[in-house]
């Protein structure tokens, strides 16, 4: 299993504390919201992070933090979608695995199923914290290859709710292969818009490496697909999972790391500069003095209000 994980300083570099914090009072102040993993080494248990220790810029910029606080139920409002792509049909006991952690997720938890078809999100059923009943519309995929980062911007277009105070979530099933283009291109136009997509609709975006059927990639073709599918998560601030080139024998550990992120998530709130229009800006975060694993969103939306 390899993991994208950050310890201190995300995305690069240490964070300067000369420039003075930006304040929301002044003008083309802009807002936003950033979903941050904090977990322990070694499976311990992670110590409680007040606001003082957390430290962030957007578009290289200090930003004032507004808000740090860790999602904690019954009102963490955690909405998830697990999104399977269509050409993954050599799919077979791990579909129980899928409903199986369907079933295991927190009673509050919202969830949804939808898979990949023609460049879209077919929803199989509205977000729901009824977690029995959306275990019983997982079935195999079924369907011709599709460009799973249509699908993604499709999802964030039209996310199946209108809460904007909740944590949207979303696991992916698929090899991150472009049909449209089977060379790796770092600068695929197709993911740099289901990434700015994904990030103006507050998504964190996780991918559970699967080789879709009939394809056949040869090991280089596969990276490619892995790496465009890691621009993603940790554009996000997600996770990837897989298991070299070939398909994981089983799901569970990447689901138990799941859980466990799910459980280790704080809600950053942020004051930056906004110039003239909402935009995907990058973000880098600082956890002062703490020896933790910590993933952060590389990117976050500067907006004047509310999420659209």
Request: glycine share 6%; hydrophobic share 40%.
């Amino acid at each position: 299993m390899k993991s994208v994980r950050f310890a201190l300083f995300l995305t690069c570099g240490a964070l300067l504390a000369t420039t003075p914090a930006f304040t929301q009072s002044e003008a083309n102040s802009g807002q936003g919201r950033a979903v941050v993993t904090v977990l322990a080494k070694h499976n311990e248990v992670a110590p409680a992070i007040a606001q003082p220790d957390v430290s962030a810029k957007v578009n290289g910029k200090e930003a004032e933090i507004t808000a740090w606080a860790p999602f904690k139920s019954p009102n963490d409002n955690l909405e998830l979608v697990i999104l399977i792509d269509s050409g993954a049909r050599n799919l077979g006991r791990q579909m129980d695995e899928i409903t199986h952690f369907i079933l295991n997720l927190e009673p509050h938890t919202k969830v949804a199923v939808g898979y990949m078809q023609n460049g879209y999100s077919a929803m199989e059923g509205p977000l729901t914290a009824d977690h029995a009943q959306v275990a019983k519309l997982v079935h195999l995929p079924a369907g011709p290859l599709t460009n799973p980062y249509f699908a993604l911007s499709d999802l964030a277009h039209k996310w199946p709710s209108q809460d904007p105070s909740a944590r949207r979530e979303v696991v992916m099933f698929t090899d991150g292969i472009d049909p449209e283009n089977r060379r790796f291109d770092p600068d695929d136009p197709y993911v740099q818009a289901a990434i700015r997509d994904s990030v103006r609709a507050g998504l964190v975006v996780y991918n559970i490496y699967w080789r879709s059927f009939p394809t056949n990639p040869n090991s280089m073709t596969a990276e490619g697909g892995q790496s465009l599918l890691e621009e993603i998560t940790q554009a996000t601030g997600g996770n990837s999972y897989w298991l070299g080139s070939g398909n994981p024998v089983t799901f569970q550990p990447y689901f138990e790391d799941l859980m466990r992120r799910f459980d280790s998530q704080y809600a950053l709130d942020f004051a930056a500069k906004l110039d003239r229009k909402p935009s995907v800006d990058t973000f880098k975060l600082k956890l002062e003095g703490l020896n933790l694993q910590v993933t952060a969103p590389q990117q976050v939306f500067v907006h004047p209000g509310l999420r659209p």
